[in-house]
């Protein structure tokens, strides 16, 4: 089967509902089980191990983003540009990453040798077969073929396996073993689904393979400078902290991510069709671009009230009244970063990369993630965790204001040709508000159960949303559904 072709026609015609169906159920599920798997982490490790356990998944994550190379958030513009040079675009792509790969493993292993890595080696070694572990992994080929079957497939297996291996393997002296099993398990899996797409490859071409690098470099110094901003507090209180101080750190910052990611549903399921779009239609690429965007607002509108009021209960949801009183400020300084990241992410990856503005957002990123490594560098050590947070909430407003600069001709010219349509979407905005808050603060008193309460906002949240948006005929869903088909 010809999948790019199947993508293309997928993005402009066929199936682009159902992808987003799929898209949405895979981050549904892995966001349950990561839910569940957080739970069972909590309670099995001692709260110091825990912070050292989430240290080690960052450390993880820089090993992710170096190997991967900028190519997850390059391949979208790249392929759809040019579909018709796919296989040298994918052939590039893995012969990158392999050699990142092989180059990164003989790295650890001579710091493994020289005896220079001050805790366990061990964990090097685990590095290495997280690494090797990664080889086939092409998710990000799925997501361009709108492959949403084989990715809904990988997770749901993969998740499940994590979860019965956190229930019977999970404890302070079996975390190698727990780990090592998660990696064997994922090699097995991005092994067997390689081989069942069969790629093709291209010969290697240096002209070509320089090109690649040179193009994809600027995301991967986003990805790193994100990084840096996102884990050098967490770095910083591991060195100058308590092991207590840590975990309640890690667990405030892993409940941030789990909800950022939930919420990232929204772009990462337009992303194709917007790319699509920059390439074939400009005026459809800017007005649904906006509408997304929009779209995001209101839901914050009624998402943050809902975050802070019932701060509390979510987290005894997640972690037990043990972390309650630790990390209460600690959310709601994060639920305020949790708005800037959304909408500068979305800005950036539905309208910056697609106009070619992404070395703007390098330049935001490095600005940002050096004020914040400098202030927690200074600070960290004699005001703690709760100036972490405050970093994180700076460093996402720094860079959310540099966002808007790189656009501020396209806003200053949308906002005079819809101006009385923006004045219609701020009323919007602040009935939403108003009626998240009241909702909010009189379900406090009636229920402290998560699920109760998420159902009844969201329900509350659609009638209002329905209700105005048709009165103000601002049209927001009927564009995103119309969209989205």
Do not use: C
């Not at 884990?231 to 667990?251: A, E, G, R, V």
């Not at 009624?302 to 009021?309: D, E, G, S």
């Not at 972390?323 to 539905?350: C, G, K, R």
């Amino acid at each position: 089967m010809n999948f790019e072709k199947k993508s293309i026609n997928n993005i402009i015609k066929k199936n682009y509902f159902f992808e987003v169906i799929l898209k949405f159920l895979n981050i549904v599920i892995s966001s349950i089980f990561s839910i569940i798997i957080l739970s069972i982490t909590v309670n099995k490790l001692q709260s110091e191990y825990f912070g050292y356990f989430t240290v080690f998944i960052s450390f993880i994550n820089l090993v992710n983003i170096i190997t991967q190379f900028g190519i997850p958030n390059y391949s979208f513009k790249a392929f759809l540009s040019n579909s018709e040079k796919s296989v040298i675009f994918f052939s590039n792509a893995f012969y990158l990453s392999f050699i990142v790969s092989f180059f990164l493993i003989l790295t650890i292993f001579f710091i493994y040798l020289i005896d220079i890595f001050t805790y366990d080696k061990n964990i090097l070694l685990l590095i290495a077969l997280y690494i090797v572990s990664n080889i086939f992994n092409i998710s990000w080929y799925f997501n361009i073929l709108r492959l949403q079957q084989l990715i809904l497939f990988k997770n749901i297996l993969l998740n499940i396996s994590t979860l019965l291996f956190a229930i019977f393997l999970l404890e302070i002296d079996s975390i190698y073993i727990y780990f090592s099993s998660i990696y064997l398990l994922s090699f097995i899996i991005d092994f067997f689904l390689f081989l069942l797409i069969k790629p093709k490859f291209s010969p290697f071409s240096f002209k070509t393979f320089i090109e690649f690098i040179k193009n994809s470099f600027p995301f991967f110094l986003v990805s790193i400078f994100t990084l840096l901003f996102v884990n050098s507090d967490l770095f910083i209180i591991t060195y100058y902290l308590s092991p207590l101080d840590i975990s309640y750190y890690s667990f405030a910052t892993k409940v941030y991510f789990l909800i950022k990611n939930f919420l990232s549903i929204i772009v990462t399921s337009s992303q194709p069709k917007i790319s699509y779009y920059s390439n074939h239609d400009l005026n459809k690429f800017y007005s649904n671009s906006l509408n997304i965007i929009l779209l995001l607002l209101t839901i914050f509108s009624a998402f943050i009230p809902f975050l802070i009021i019932n701060n509390s209960t979510i987290i005894k949801f997640f972690g037990g009244s043990l972390f309650l009183n630790s990390i209460y400020s600690i959310n709601i300084i994060l639920y305020f970063s949790l708005f800037f990241s959304i909408i500068t992410w979305a800005i950036n990856y539905l309208i910056q990369i697609n106009i070619g503005l992404e070395k703007h957002f390098l330049i935001a990123s490095f600005y940002s993630g050096i004020i914040n490594l400098v202030l927690n560098l200074i600070f960290i050590k004699d005001f703690g965790i709760l100036f972490a947070a405050f970093t994180t909430l700076l460093s996402e407003f720094i860079l959310f204001l540099f966002t808007f600069k790189s656009l501020k001709i396209f806003i200053k010219s949308y906002i005079k040709t819809n101006f009385f349509n923006i004045f219609k979407f701020l009323i919007l905005i602040l009935i939403i508000l108003i009626s998240s808050i009241i909702l909010n603060l009189s379900l406090i008193n009636f229920t402290s159960n998560l699920f109760h309460l998420s159902f009844l906002n969201l329900l509350i949240f659609s009638f209002v949303l329905i209700l105005f948006d048709a009165f103000l005929k601002l049209d927001i869903i009927k564009k995103t559904i119309t969209f989205l088909k």
